[in-house]
């Protein structure tokens, strides 16, 4: 997999919201403690903007920020050749960036020692037809747009996550319960329940109010 992969397959912007919604809230019914989650989602973290996280625990993350302008989406690999802590920041990709989200490449959460965490970006300007990525011109491996980002992916995305939580949170899943939620519908008391009996919407309230999932 390479950006050029990702950039083609990434859906448009609300059903790539709904889905990065929707894994936010499938981690948070099965991994109370936030910081062994994997994806998280933050529908007031600006005041026209709304951040997805995802992040492996290993030096691996991406960011997906849904503002005014369109969506940018940067990736951090401890391992790309653009790693800015071996090789300092990564011009070649920050420098096709539109200024339109300079903001988000500068944005402090996504800095590390000087300097902005990219490693490679991809972004959609909003009522444009499709997504443009950096570094151009260049085969990014999939280590360089992490595989916390593959589930976002148009191909088999619920049976994918399936797997993840099997593996990285041993939790067996419903794979209807999973399909439903991550393609954004609506979780019911019996949906969290099905996914992890020992959670609740009670338990849920905090997490789904800052993920903006919609409850029934």
Request: charged share 25%; net charge negative.
């Amino acid at each position: 997999m390479d950006i050029r992969r990702v950039a083609r397959e990434l859906p448009g912007r609300e059903e790539l919201r709904a889905r990065a919604r929707g894994l936010a809230v499938l981690d948070a019914v099965i991994c109370p403690e936030w910081e062994r989650r994997y994806y998280s989602y933050d529908s007031k973290w600006g005041e026209e903007e709304e951040l997805a996280s995802m992040r492996t625990g290993s030096g691996d993350e991406s960011s997906i920020v849904f503002g005014p302008a369109g969506v940018y989406i940067r990736f951090f690999s401890s391992d790309s050749p653009f790693n800015p802590y071996s090789h300092g920041p990564a011009e070649k990709v920050l420098q096709q960036i539109p200024e339109v989200f300079g903001e988000y490449v500068s944005e402090p959460a996504f800095y590390g020692e000087g300097f902005p965490l990219v490693t490679a970006a991809a972004w959609r300007i909003i009522d444009q037809a499709s997504w443009a990525f950096a570094p151009d011109g260049d085969l990014v491996e999939a280590r360089d747009v992490g595989d916390i980002i593959a589930l976002l992916l148009a191909t088999n995305g619920p049976e994918e996550y399936i797997r993840y939580a099997e593996e990285i949170h041993e939790a067996t899943l419903d794979p209807v319960v999973v399909a439903a939620v991550y393609n954004g519908e609506s979780m019911s008391e019996e949906m969290v329940r099905s996914l992890n009996s020992g959670a609740s919407m009670e338990s849920l309230a905090e997490d789904i109010e800052e993920i903006g999932y919609p409850m029934h």
